[in-house]
């Protein structure tokens, strides 16, 4: 790369070779960024995906002798590049040093990318937003005023369906038994249970199995036994008479829980457990010092139920000028913008959920 033009210097190493000095720069210009504390934007998530992505790779940005900026990728084939852990990770982006001269061209020049795509671009990430096609909302549940102040506001905004989940809750324990929530559940067995529950729910509503994807399935292994400030895996798991009716994954910083693989029993269903179990992350989230949910996006109706506001995420490509990028472009843009004619139309995107679920009764049938 050209030094007269900018006056960093990029060194593109595998996630494994991040040294502690490194890493410790990475968490500090995080910190300084005052961006929400996500812990798919911090080290040792890159670190994991690069355990099971053989692709996965991270430019070590430096300014003199002064380290400067992260940016965790993966490299397909011709240069295409996507986002670190793409098609399950909440949050993406670079980790830079406030006011670096770094254009998106040089640094993808930099990688050997023709284009790097993302879907879940956190805001803040100057440097790609403007190459955004498309904008959507995180919705998160803001708990930093304590459990009590949050459960004070639920019932204000939804106080039927703040009464009714409540009485769902009572209802679970006379029938089924003792009701139990444990926020940070360690037993493996609770863990395969969730992840059986959540390939059985992508088939029945007819959507790829993420699980059945072993980089995923693996990854997710990975994380649950990751223990440090910025990224630990939570495994929170809602048991009656001691049976698991309701589990969510998810990742944690000292601030932030980004909430990511929920699933129930659905024998269970009438009970609306995975709503139970959510109010009591809340809850106990709260009382330990997480100020916040965030919940992922895409539209739900538990979502809308729960949150309190909501961040700005991204979809996209920031791409070089060249043979390649067109490419890129010809291969992904039509299918993105059909994507967001059905999206942006509820009548045929309900036709396309009923279609995607009838898919998945027949596929099980």
């Not at 360690?186 to 699980?211: H, I, N, V």
């Not at 980089?215 to 630990?232: E, F, K, N, Q, Y």
């Not at 009656?240 to 829980?257: C, Q």
Request: with cysteine.
């Amino acid at each position: 790369m050209s030094e007269e033009r900018t006056a960093a210097r990029v060194r593109v190493v595998l996630p494994e070779e991040l040294d502690e000095t490194e890493a410790e720069a990475w968490r500090e210009l995080r910190v300084k960024s005052g961006a929400p504390a996500n812990p798919f934007m911090e080290p040792e998530f890159t670190r994991a995906v690069g355990r099971v992505r053989p692709d996965a790779r991270v430019a070590v940005v430096r300014e003199g002798e002064e380290l400067a900026g992260f940016f965790p990728y993966e490299k397909g084939r011709w240069g295409r590049g996507r986002a670190i852990g793409l098609g399950v990770s909440d949050a993406q982006g670079a980790v830079f040093r406030a006011g670096l001269r770094l254009p998106a061209r040089e640094l993808l020049r930099a990688c050997s990318l023709s284009a790097w795509e993302f879907d879940n671009l956190e805001a803040g990430q100057e440097l790609f937003v403007p190459a955004a096609a498309e904008e959507f909302e995180s919705p998160v549940i803001d708990v930093g005023q304590g459990p009590e102040a949050y459960e004070r506001d639920l019932r204000a905004r939804s106080p039927k369906f703040f009464r009714t989940t409540a009485a769902k809750e009572r209802r679970l324990g006379r029938r089924a038994g003792e009701v139990r929530f444990v926020f940070d559940e360690r037993d493996p067995a609770a863990l395969r249970t969730l992840m059986e529950w959540k390939s059985a729910q992508y088939r029945r509503t007819g959507r790829r199995d993420r699980f059945a994807q072993e980089w995923i399935s693996a990854l997710v292994r990975d994380l649950a036994g990751t223990r440090t400030p910025g990224c630990s895996g939570v495994l929170s798991v809602l048991y009656a008479a001691g049976r698991p009716v309701a589990a969510h994954f998810g990742l944690r910083s000292r601030t932030v829980l980004s909430c990511w693989f929920p699933a129930y029993d659905p024998e269970f269903a009438t009970y609306s457990p995975g709503l139970i179990l959510h109010l009591r992350m809340a809850e106990a989230a709260a009382a330990d010092g997480i100020g916040m949910l965030d919940l992922g996006r895409g539209a739900a109706e538990y979502k809308d139920a729960l949150k309190t506001g909501g961040l700005r995420v991204y979809e996209g490509s920031s791409v070089r000028p060249g043979p390649a990028a067109a490419l890129h472009w010809l291969s992904r843009e039509p299918s993105r913008r059909a994507h967001g004619f059905v999206r942006d139309r509820p009548k045929l995107a309900g036709y396309a959920q009923r279609t995607l679920k009838q898919a998945g009764r027949l596929r099980r049938g």
